[in-house]
């Protein structure tokens, strides 16, 4: 522990996740607030695989994404890679990086 004599307040260690992108949580709240799962739920076709992701898995971490700055492909692995915004935004699943290039190679 640091003592501060001039602030009010101490510095300490945690082994909790933290992440500096914690802003980022208020977008996916707003996502989920307005609905907008439940949309890309009724007009995305399910996956055709019993081991698929559902649409919004893939949709969810894009949008977090791009919104956080990220500007390629390659970006998505810094959400997928941070355990605390996945905690504190509830993404348990995020496919992978190839699964993502292989969506977008398919166009």
Same mark, same amino acid.
């Given at each position: $522990?640091?003592? !501060?004599?001039? %602030?009010?307040? &101490?510095?300490? /260690?945690? &082994?909790?996740? =933290?992440?500096? /992108?914690?802003? %980022?949580?208020?977008?996916?709240?707003? %996502?989920?607030?307005?609905?907008?799962?439940?949309?890309?739920?009724?007009? #995305?076709?399910?996956?055709?695989?019993? /081991?698929?992701?559902?649409?919004?898995?893939? =949709?969810?971490?894009?949008?977090? $994404?791009?919104?956080?700055?990220? *500007?390629?492909?390659?970006?998505?692995?810094? =959400? *997928? $890679?941070?355990?605390?915004?996945? &905690?504190?935004?509830? #993404?348990?699943? =995020?496919?992978?990086?190839?699964?993502?290039?292989?969506? !977008?190679?398919?166009?």
């Amino acid at each position: $522990m640091i003592k !501060q004599k001039l %602030l009010s307040f &101490k510095l300490s /260690r945690t &082994k909790e996740d =933290i992440t500096a /992108r914690a802003g %980022l949580a208020v977008y996916s709240e707003f %996502l989920r607030g307005f609905g907008i799962k439940e949309l890309i739920e009724k007009f #995305m076709p399910p996956s055709g695989s019993n /081991r698929g992701y559902p649409a919004y898995c893939y =949709i969810e971490p894009i949008l977090i $994404m791009l919104t956080g700055g990220g *500007k390629t492909i390659e970006d998505f692995s810094v =959400i *997928k $890679m941070d355990n605390a915004l996945r &905690k504190l935004t509830g #993404m348990e699943k =995020i496919p992978s990086i190839n699964s993502i290039s292989f969506i !977008q190679a398919r166009e």
